[in-house]
């Protein structure tokens, strides 16, 4: 070893607002498994989006230098066409098509002009041996599980003759079964002399498998840690990933606290599709009047599943499990039962889900409960825009007028209509699943104070987020969720970092 | 410039008008202009209005079912078809069973019903896209048009043929024009300016909202009451017998219950939170099944109606009633300003965008265009009008008039909301 494959130079780069990236370097030797850590948001996605062309040469400063030549990748075929290849985390099959057809998609072998169907099905036999995947290579990709499908990915791969894999979260949605398979197939690779940059959130399969991480917080380098010295452990990854100063970016808050009034038990559900797929198992969880209750876990942990199974079902196929309100069992089947016994969910993705794009402030604002502004079956538009210039003061967003369409506002004022169409509700219970995403540090300040303010009226705040420091300063009481389960209850005072993202990455039961 | 920008926010429909139906009304406007001066005065003669709204009624009530299915994300392609097998039903219970007519036109309106709430529940329920379930609607129906009746035309009772061929009575003192109508007129007047009268108090109770200029009010009630005048006297001052059709009224019901129940009602925002994003209307209550359901068996009802005005007036029911009216009736919807991708138009603005093929239809027959090139230039038309408008979104405007005045935007002094957001051009290119 010791001859670099790759070395990204000073790598930055930069939104419109945002510096996703600003002076990484990364330095990955030949044929390692090269580890790549960092908490959401930290730039792990952006930087392989540069190395694999997705950001084409010239949109980012710094430089590329692969199998010692310096790259300029216009596209992502010129970056394959030099055997990097990346795996996404939502794979890139087409679901009916045959595991063949997937493999050469876009790649297939020709003669005289035409498919060569019976070279193709050989070679794809073979590549399938090579990744472990025993199927008929007829076998259309949706008829098989997630993690047959992960492998078909990689034997794509290895079609196009590949040096460098890049797997993003490869084992985020895979049973424990498959990520062991899928890891010793990594350790196989490497005897192969195939180099692999791998993007993880759990800690402990990066520990197992790697021979160097780097760490990577708000876009820039932290260190890179060779594994071959043995100085590794988690704690170390963990201080990398979340070390940074606390101070006030939170607002002064006492908090109130009031008796428990909302209780979820034994909460059950599976996946929309797959049969066998349990995305929240035997969940427990309990609000109190004037508590803000954080849950932590990284994606795919199955947080938000968790809440919109609660919140009337909006998610999966119920199996089991009850709600309690105010002692008393509540039976909530639909959102609009929902909304009726008081419960709200601010959605994580706020433009696909949260708001109908084409609306104006005004009517966003009063969409989740227009029976408000119903005055005898006719929609009042004076009181209809009352209520929304109400909340454009109190909430200060910043418009002209609420007339303006939605489109027209940033990030962070848009947020801000979500929170008031969901306070116009007047919910004794808000769900707020990543409520700051995307939004920029000032922002966050007021919804911050906002959520505060919630609940010193005596509602119950849910939040979801991603960003720990985000959790320790707001929430009264933090669960941490891994793998569709409570792993564990950690109160205010307790709450540090690297303990909670310990009970994030690790699937035993800490509570 | 900025009194041009006010005049095109407010002169129609206040602030939910969205610019494209006020560019159509300048479009209908000037092919209105052109065909009178083409045709010698011709287009709006008594007798051509009259005969253009009898002609037309059918077409722009389907159009108005077919706005909230596309508003809702859907199409409707069997409307046709279901308007000629409810004008064969209707027609054969009247001549074999004796059946009354009014029993006669209740009888239809629930076979629409049936019919469209059989559509509704393949859409909502089952999950079969609206396409395909009208398609094989629209043979169905056709099919079962033909086997009622026998592939034959079949008459209707006179009394039947009021609601299509039918014109408000000679009544009252002798004035050389219909009386009826010149009340109808007055009364629409005295609406039109209650209404405008009526919206600016309700503006004007929004503490910071600024209600339109005065001078905006003004020209627009001038306008709109320049316009029934106008229309009035022509429809009340016709050959004597004839005045404003029955067809005409009906539609005018509807278009004012339409336009009411979309803008002013919980349900019909419904409509329109679904075809605008359908998971986030249903994580907000609504309940998406049954909107679908109720905007395609609506859809049934008006099919229904439009069926039985056309064989009323056409006197009698046959197996070619209704070809190709769906197009019609999706053309007027999407000139009209709705878009493709559901979520916008207006009632309204479909039925601009009816009148817009009609009044190039009739012109263009008046002139003496064959029907090979009506068809040519209505295609052509077509085309253009949604061409436009996918530009326009593509710019990330929603607006003809925007785009032309886009240039001159910058010397407008930067609009008080702070900080810089990502320009929505900058969020859909990247889309």
Known sequence: ??????????????????????????????????????????????????????????????????????????????????????????????????????????????????????????????????????????????????????????????????????????????????????????????????????????????????????????????????????????????RGMVGRDLQSRFPEHEPNIGEVFFEVRDWTVRHPISAERLVCKNSRFTVRRGEIVGFAGLMGAGRTELAMSVFGRSYGVHLGGKIFKDGREVDIRTVADAIRNGLAYVSEDRKAIGLNLL????????????????????????????????????????????????????????????????????????????????????????????????????????????????????????????????????????????????????????? | MSRIRDLQKNLFGGTTSNARQFGMIFTLLAIIVYFQIA?????????????????????????????????????????????AFVGIVVAKAMQEYDVPWPAGIVLGLAVGALIGAWQGFWVAYIGVPAFIVTLAGMLLFRGGNQYIGNADTVPVPQGFRTIGAGYLPEFGPETGYNNLTLLLGLLLCAAVAWREWQSRRVRSQMEGAEPAPVWISVLRLAIMLGVIVFATLRFAGGRVGTSFPVSGIILAILVIAYSFYTRNTAGGRHIYAVGGNARAAELSGVQLRRVNFLVMTNMGVLAALAGMIFVARSTASGPQDGLSWELDAIAAVFIGGAAVSGGLGTVSGSIVGGLVMAVLNN?????????????????????????????????????????????????????????????????????
């Open chain 1, 1 to 238: 070893m010791g001859n670099a494959l790759l070395e990204m130079r000073s790598i930055t780069k930069e939104f419109p607002g945002v510096r996703a990236l600003s002076d990484v370097s990364l330095v990955v030797e030949s044929g390692q498994i090269h580890a790549i850590c960092g908490e959401n948001g930290a730039g792990k996605s952006t930087l392989m989006k540069v190395l694999s062309g997705v950001h084409p040469h010239g949109t980012y400063s710094g430089e590329i230098v692969y199998q010692g030549q310096e790259c300029r990748f216009g596209d992502i075929r010129a970056s394959e066409h030099a055997g990097i290849v990346i795996i996404h985390q939502e794979l890139a099959l087409v679901p009916g098509m045959s595991i063949t057809e997937n493999i050469f998609l876009g790649n297939e072998p020709r003669r005289w002009g035409r498919i060569d169907w019976k070279a193709a099905n050989h070679r794809a036999i073979e590549l399938m041996n090579l990744v472990g995947l025993r199927e008929d290579p007829d076998t259309l990709v949706k008829d098989i599980g997630v993690g047959k499908q992960q492998l078909v990915e990689i034997a794509k791969a290895f079609a196009k003759d590949v040096k460098l894999l890049i797997l993003d979260e490869p084992t985020a949605a895979l049973n424990e079964n498959d990520s062991r398979h899928l890891l010793d197939l990594l350790r196989g690779f490497k005897e192969r002399g195939i180099t692999s940059i791998m993007i993880s959130h759990k800690l402990n399969e990066v520990e197992a498998v790697a021979d160097a991480i780097t760490i990577l917080r708000d876009g820039r380098t932290i260190e890179t840690i060779t594994v071959a010295g043995g100085d590794v452990d988690e704690d170390r990854i963990v």
């Open chain 2, 363 to 431: 012109g263009l027959q008046l002139i003496g265009t064959g029907a090979d090139m009506v068809q040519i230039i209505k295609g052509l038309f077509l085309l253009g009008a949604v061409a436009l408008d996918v530009y326009n979104k593509k710019q990330g405007r929603f607006s003809i008039i925007g785009s032309l005045t886009r240039r001159f935007r910058r010397e407008d002094p930067p609009a008080p909301a702070a900080p810089p957001a990502p320009s929505p051009t900058g969020s859909l290119a990247r889309k």
């Open chain 2, 39 to 83: 045709t010698n005065g011709l287009t709006l003669t008594s007798g051509n209005l009259i005969a253009l709204t009898q002609q037309y009624a059918y077409i722009s009530i389907l159009s108005i079912g077919m706005l909230m299915v596309i508003v809702a994300g859907h199409i409707d392609l069997s409307v046709g078809s279901v308007a």
């Open chain 1, 359 to 511: 609306d104006d402030i005004k009517t966003s604002v009063v969409a989740a409960k227009l029976s408000k502004i119903t005055r005898r079956g006719v929609l009042d538009e004076a009181a209809q825009y009352h209520e929304a210039e109400s909340y454009r003061r109190s909430l200060r967003i910043k418009t002209p007028t609420v007339d303006e369409p939605v489109t027209r506002l940033s990030g962070g004022n848009q947020q801000k209509v979500v929170l008031a169409k969901w306070m116009f509700t007047d919910p004794d219970l808000l769900i707020l699943d990543e409520p700051t995403r995307g939004i920029d540090v000032g922002a966050k300040y007021e919804i911050y104070g906002i959520i505060q303010r919630l609940a010193d009226e005596g509602r119950g705040v849910v939040l979801i987020s991603s960003e720990l420091p985000e959790l320790i300063g707001l929430c009264d009481r933090i669960y941490t969720v891994a793998e569709g389960t409570i792993t564990g209850e950690v109160a205010r005072r307790d709450a540090d970092p690297e303990l909670l993202m310990k009970r994030m990455t690790s699937t035993r039961s800490n509570a």
